[in-house]
């Protein structure tokens, strides 16, 4: 059977990985040792792009802000040291894949919302100012941003003015649509979580979107009510939100000691600082 020409494309690349792979030495399940191999994994597949470790088993590729995230293939390596190398190879190849295509015009439905702490944007703000694209990042409370993504199967990418000019959409436009996909993708919160008892602390785990919840307050009205008026939470994680209806100063440390220990477990983590909700929108608790 002939393939399609970019599935042939597609396939070949993923044997010249795999090629590679076979003789490259196994890849370390520890860092730094395993973001260094993985780097030189994508440095070998995308030879006449720029790939620059930005933290631990967190890169970008090219001028762009095309980031990748090692979290997951470091875990599943860690699970299972002997399908590592295989495990590897099959992300680099689809991350090579992924920026090859990154030139495309997204489509309406990639284009999403996300959480991310102020330190991590302006660190890639900096990083793509001599491009001239414009990242689409806004303030949301101290120390956090939202920031408009384009989301694929193989990678998410912060989006910039290129992608406004491909959806001939202006910032407010693209910023409405990314919010409009992100909200609608979400289950309704009551299904996801229930109110806290009193000293007691409630988690939502979820997908890669998970914190952009707090990005719709009036979600969230129905949750403090139930809890007396008090609903104060943490974004640990792009994954997980922790809150709380117990402002108790126990109760906030231990809330607060929580988010700590899970951001600074994770590459992606986001805060450790507390909101408190309001029916005027979050406020930052000192």
């Not at 010249?16 to 860092?31: K, R, Y």
């Not at 970008?60 to 860690?78: D, E, K, M, P």
């Not at 002997?82 to 992924?98: F, P």
Request: proline share 7%; with cysteine; net charge neutral.
């Amino acid at each position: 059977m002939t393939l399609p020409i970019p599935l042939r494309a597609a396939a070949l690349a993923c044997a010249l990985v795999f090629s590679h792979a076979a003789f490259a030495d196994p890849v370390p399940t520890e860092d730094p040792g395993f973001t260094d191999a993985i780097t030189e994994q994508l440095r070998t597949a995308l030879p006449d792009e720029h790939v620059i470790v930005v933290g631990p088993q967190r890169l970008t590729i090219g001028n762009a802000g095309f980031t990748v995230n090692l979290g997951r293939l470091f875990q599943a390596c860690r699970a299972n040291a002997a399908k590592c190398d295989e495990s590897s190879a099959r992300y680099v190849a689809g991350v090579t894949q992924a920026f090859q295509d990154m030139n495309k015009p997204p489509a309406p439905a990639q284009v999403r919302i996300a959480v991310r702490s102020a330190r991590m944007a302006q660190a890639y703000m900096d990083s793509t100012r001599a491009t001239g694209l414009a990242l689409q990042v806004q303030p949301f409370v101290e120390g956090l941003v939202s920031t408009v993504v384009i989301d694929s199967p193989a990678s998410l990418r912060w989006a910039s003015s290129k992608d406004m000019e491909a959806l001939k959409l202006d910032a407010a436009g693209l910023r409405e649509l990314a919010r409009s996909n992100t909200h609608a993708s979400l289950q309704p919160l009551a299904s996801v979580a229930q109110p806290a008892a009193k000293g007691k602390l409630g988690t939502i785990d979820g997908d890669a979107y998970t914190a952009s919840r707090i990005l719709f307050p009036a979600d969230w009205a129905a949750m403090a009510k139930a809890q007396d008026g008090v609903l104060i939470v943490a974004v640990p994680l792009p994954t997980e939100i922790i809150y709380t209806g117990d402002e108790s100063a126990h109760a906030l440390d231990a809330l607060r000691t929580l988010a700590h220990q899970q951001m600074a477990a994770s590459p992606g983590g986001i805060s450790d600082r507390l909101l408190r909700w309001t029916p005027e929108g979050w406020k930052t608790l000192p």
